[in-house]
């Protein structure tokens, strides 16, 4: 499989002409007493045919992020603009006409949950095109046999209801669901979550294709950074309702900004103990903010300060104020004080020893071979 | 079997010493390595009523203070020899065949009260989704005590301070504050720490933790991750570790069982599993497995499908998906072949020199 589409960028400039921008997006759920702000200033552009991840941990938003393009959920401040529409302008019919158009569409995480149980695969991909309400009998037929097939089934499984089809073909049948419309952005959240590491490996091929072969845009909510690398062209790190970094995927994972981008790839699980970098290099621990000045932790921990500060091993008295997202880099931004620093403190955190735990690397294989007799 | 046989020392003073707040890692336990604790040995488990095989000759043991991996694709078998393993098979499945001992003692032949003996006071478990195993109206600490005062008998004032050590030492800051709070008010990670206190809270042996990261957030995982690899180093516990993702496995585990359409197609020590797998089903698991590869590249599928549960195949299970079948692999049972230290594969062709190289080049 090539890298990209033939034609398309290895990534697309996000400033000329984006199919979606988010811009200054602030997004509260909840009234009164209850409200909390989900979304903060959140900046954001999709080109053409670009494949963007978007990660980041329960909570962070991403999911808010996601059904706000959609117009499930309203901003409380910025806009979303898709193909030069401000939609999320858009009141009652106009935004009902919009979204049935079809043109941006949503994948969910667990598609046993999300398909109607009662509804064979022919209705459930049928049913966008119905509501479009454009297409004729014949021609709902040859777009549902047409998405089906761009997912890789074949007419057996129209009679079927996704409780009779296994998980992988489930998922397979919410993008034919979704493709039926033939949208130009594919909003993901989490589609291979549910799905063992072969599945997940097709369904993300599988979406690299419909880019290549539909030029689709395409947001993938996930949080296994690892096979997001395998595709995406760029990654957009989010943390409690704001980016903290953005940039080309192979720039961000060579050389994450941003230290809980840093934390996130350390986390990730691996066949081989070879990481540079553990957890505990990267979060404080109780202890060492028990050393800490009281008057600072109680402003890192602070509504002004830097999201990631009550995490952050190398916060400092500059990280009791939110950092800007600023650009670092020609296509990166990250939102961090001491970018330029903290790579160099969390080196020398190993260095030091004073973490003496078996995630370091030299540590873990020392125990594993202990172990094995 | 009466619970007093179970009891015998060779079963290494279950429970705490009634004068709670001795440090629970003071607690005596033979080596680790002398014997196995649990040992399956050719379990076969049919399901739908005996319709269908799930589990074929299933044998696999694990010793104190060891942690072994069981992976495979979903439908491969992991979690229903588990359960079978804690003696809470679903209905309409039954052990045909095989047998399985805990420290010596038969547990296909356990009763109900002998099973009731067993759970939590020499086997602890969790599972994928913590809150569904919590009840949402009640405080954690209240279920984590209600635990103690039933098995152990301690009293009100006693359990709830052995509660907050042992909401302490899972590693939950504030454990007086979590003790007090509903399920609701905890993050999934919060929640599957308090899973693994009430699972350990009588100082089992053995915890079983079926797919206990998969719904986490990478970070909250490798936290869990380092928590279960603590609890080993400090109270020598056991821990059977179901995961469908090798790269997991291979964090944590000492040994990997691999399983296959309801068959171990390959165990060994996990460095072994890693570096030089032997069964092709294995070397396919690890070349789709996140193998913390941040960069640009193919990701791989195993093509095709497993064969429906309970599928009459003569011959190797995989052989339909395996790229380098032999008319061999198709004539007949295949045996379990050594081929090296306590690393058994179940592939005709494992002494051929085929595994290696394309793997390492990765």
């Known amino acids: 499989m090539t890298a990209a589409a033939p034609g398309l960028p290895e990534t697309s400039p996000p400033d000329t002409a984006p199919l979606l921008a988010v811009e200054s997006l602030d997004v509260v759920l909840g009234r009164g007493w209850r409200a909390t702000q989900v979304l903060s200033g959140v900046d954001l552009a999709i080109g053409p045919g670009e494949i963007v991840g978007l990660v980041g941990e329960t909570g962070s938003g991403k999911t808010t992020l996601a059904r706000t393009v959609a117009g499930l959920v309203s901003p409380a401040a910025g806009q979303v603009v898709f193909e030069g529409t401000t939609i999320s302008a858009l009141r009652r019919g106009a935004r009902r006409a919009e979204r049935r158009r079809g043109h941006l569409q949503l994948v969910f995480q667990d598609p046993l949950r999300s398909l109607d149980p009662e509804m064979t695969v022919d209705d459930i991909v049928a049913e966008g095109v119905t509501l479009q309400g454009q297409a004729d009998r014949a021609e709902i037929r040859r777009r549902v046999v047409t998405a089906l097939g761009q997912v890789g089934l074949d007419d057996s499984v129209l009679p079927r209801t996704p409780g009779q089809i296994s998980g992988g073909q489930r998922q397979r049948v919410s993008i034919a669901r979704a493709l039926a419309t033939e949208p130009r952005l594919l909003i993901c959240d989490e589609p291979v979550s549910a799905l063992d590491a072969s599945n997940r490996n097709y369904i993300l091929r599988l979406l690299e294709q419909l880019r290549t072969s539909l030029g689709l845009s395409i947001v993938i909510i996930s949080h296994d950074l690892s096979s997001l690398a395998g595709i995406a062209d760029r990654v957009v790190v989010l943390y409690r309702g704001r980016i903290v970094e953005d940039g080309p995927v192979d720039q961000v994972f060579a050389a994450p900004e941003h230290p809980y981008t840093a934390l996130l790839m350390a986390s990730a699980p691996s066949v081989r103990h070879d990481r540079e970098l553990s957890p505990r290099q990267l979060t404080r621990t109780v202890a060492e903010a028990g050393e800490l000045p009281e008057a600072l932790l109680a402003g890192l921990g602070g509504p002004d300060a830097c999201v990631f500060a009550p995490r952050c091993a190398f916060a400092a008295a500059a990280c009791t104020v939110q950092p800007p997202l600023a650009a670092a880099g020609e296509h990166r931004r990250a939102a961090c004080h001491r970018h330029s620093e903290w790579l160099t403190l969390a080196r020398g955190r190993a260095a030091r020893g004073q973490l003496t735990h078996h995630r370091l690397t030299t540590d873990g294989q020392l125990a594993t071979e202990g172990q094995l007799r | ?362």
């Not at chain 2, 569904?132 to 009293?155: C, D, F, M, W």
């Not at chain 2, 991750?225 to 585990?253: K, W």
């Not at chain 2, 996990?270 to 396919?284: S, V």
């Open chain 2, 1 to 362: 079997m009466t619970i007093d046989n179970l009891k015998s020392p060779d079963l290494a003073a279950p429970g705490l010493p009634p004068t709670a707040g001795a440090a629970p890692d003071t607690v005596s336990r033979p080596a680790p390595g002398t014997s196995d604790l649990l040992s399956l040995d050719d379990l076969h488990i049919s399901v739908h009523h005996g319709a269908a095989t799930a589990i074929r000759g299933v044998s696999l043991g694990i010793r104190r203070g060891e942690i072994v991996g069981l992976v495979g694709e979903s439908g491969s078998g992991k979690t229903l020899t588990c359960r079978a393993a804690l003696g809470v098979l679903p209905a309409g499945c039954t052990i045909d065949h095989g047998s399985m001992t805990f420290a010596g003692h038969d547990l296909t032949t356990l009763s109900r009260r002998g099973w009731e003996e067993v759970h939590g006071s020499h086997m602890g478990a969790v599972f994928q989704d913590p809150a569904s195993y919590l009840n949402p109206t009640i405080t954690v600490g209240h279920q984590l005590a209600e635990v103690l005062r039933v098995k152990l008998g301690l009293s009100r004032r006693a359990a709830h301070q052995r509660s907050v050590e042992l909401l302490s030492a899972v590693g939950l800051h504030q454990p007086e504050h979590v003790f007090h709070q509903i399920p609701a008010e905890l993050s999934g990670g919060m929640l599957q720490r308090v899973m693994i206190a009430i699972a350990i809270s009588c100082d089992p042996e053995l915890l079983v933790a079926d797919e206990a990261t998969t719904a986490l957030d990478v970070t909250i995982q490798a936290e869990i991750i380092d928590l279960l690899r603590r609890l080993r180093d400090e109270r020598g516990l056991a821990v059977l570790f179901v995961s469908h993702d090798l790269a997991v496995v291979a964090e944590l585990c000492d040994r990997v069982v691999v399983f296959y359409a309801g068959e171990v197609v390959e165990s060994g020590p996990a460095a072994e599993i890693i570096e030089r797998p032997r069964h092709p089903y294995t070397r396919a698991l690890l070349e789709v497995a996140s193998v913390g590869d941040f960069r640009r590249r193919e990701l791989r599928v195993i093509a095709g499908q497993p064969p429906p549960v309970g599928a009459d195949i003569t011959g190797c299970r995989f052989a339909g998906r395996c790229p380098v079948a032999a008319d061999a692999c198709r004539t007949g049972p295949i045996a379990p072949v050594t081929v090296g230290d306590q690393h058994e594969v179940r592939c005709v062709r494992a002494q051929e020199a085929w595994s290696t190289g394309e793997l390492a080049a990765r």
